[in-house]
């Protein structure tokens, strides 16, 4: 398959979807903060001084959605009519889920990873003082609905949506 991010140059293009035909499309992203029990407890319990850590993620997951063509050079800004951002905990883990949807002509895959991104970088922002060693770790697509190639699912994915 050829990549359709390049002209016949060699350069890179934003790929043109005058063409494409707007359906509502879907993308489910996945992520997780590790950190240690203590620093979790501080942002369950509302002990960290810069504020509610969820609230201030969640909200900066929704931001990182709605501006991602301006930070991913290739994407094309679209008209998301959701976002949604979920936590959950697990030992010594916070999982974080975001959901894109749009109706447009190309996918919201890129707005969902950016959601849990900085989401997940924020937890990090604001628990730094607390623990500098937390790690970002499995970023990843979990699930796409819509478009000309239609729905995709992570093999062996499982989440409550």
Not at 58 to 64: D, F
Not at 90 to 105: P, S, V, Y
Request: charged residues 25%.
């Amino acid at each position: 398959m050829p990549f359709t991010h390049f002209n016949e140059q060699g350069r890179a293009h934003m790929v043109d979807v005058t063409d494409k035909t707007p359906t509502v499309r879907t993308a489910t992203a996945s992520g997780a903060v590790h950190m240690a029990p203590q620093t979790a407890e501080a942002i369950r319990s509302g002990g960290v001084e810069k504020g509610d850590v969820l609230a201030v993620a969640q909200v900066a997951g929704i931001l990182a959605a709605k501006n991602t063509a301006q930070t991913i050079p290739m994407c094309h800004p679209l008209p998301l009519t959701g976002v949604e951002i979920r936590f959950s905990w697990e030992e010594g883990r916070l999982n974080i889920l975001a959901t894109a949807r749009c109706k447009g002509e190309t996918g919201v895959e890129m707005e969902a990873l950016a959601a849990v991104s900085a989401a997940a970088l924020t937890v990090y922002d604001m628990c730094k003082a607390l623990q500098k060693d937390m790690e970002i770790t499995d970023i990843r697509l979990l699930e796409k609905t819509g478009g000309k190639s239609g729905d995709w699912r992570r093999e062996g994915a499982s989440w409550q949506k």
